[in-house]
């Protein structure tokens, strides 16, 4: 069973930078993707970011030029820069294991981002 330990949520100020870091463990398997989405207050969860081993990399329009996700091995990370209020909710990493010719997600427990003067 792999398990997806999160980290790096907080509280920042408009403008401000934060980290998410994502360690799967439990694993050998090749990961295929990784992904982080959230889930802002009375909102659905949202895919923010996603990044495949074969290179395709996709964001949610509203943080384009703002967020970066990476990854290597079976570490994410998101850097989210220029943050605003509409970013806070709690953020969940994602990856996508290969059993053979299929997938497994996997997710976090979650990590509070909270933008607030």
């Known amino acids: 069973q792999v398990q997806l330990v999160e980290s790096g949520g907080g509280s920042v100020q408009p403008g401000g930078s934060l980290t998410l870091s994502c360690a799967a463990a439990?694993?050998?398997?090749?990961?295929?993707?990784w992904a982080w989405y959230r889930q802002r207050p009375g909102k659905e969860r949202e895919l923010v970011a996603r990044?495949?081993?074969?290179?395709y990399v996709e964001y949610l329009d509203d943080v384009k030029g703002r967020f970066t996700i990476s990854f290597g091995g079976d570490k994410s990370s998101l850097q989210m820069n220029s943050l605003k209020f509409e970013d806070s909710g709690v953020y969940y990493c994602?990856?996508?294991?290969?059993?053979?010719?299929?997938?497994?997600?996997?997710w976090g427990q979650g990590t509070q981002v909270t933008v607030s003067a």
């Open positions: 994602n990856v996508a294991k290969e059993f053979g010719t299929s997938l497994s997600d996997f």
């Open positions: 439990g694993s050998t398997f090749r990961s295929y993707s």
């Open positions: 990044a495949t081993r074969v290179g």
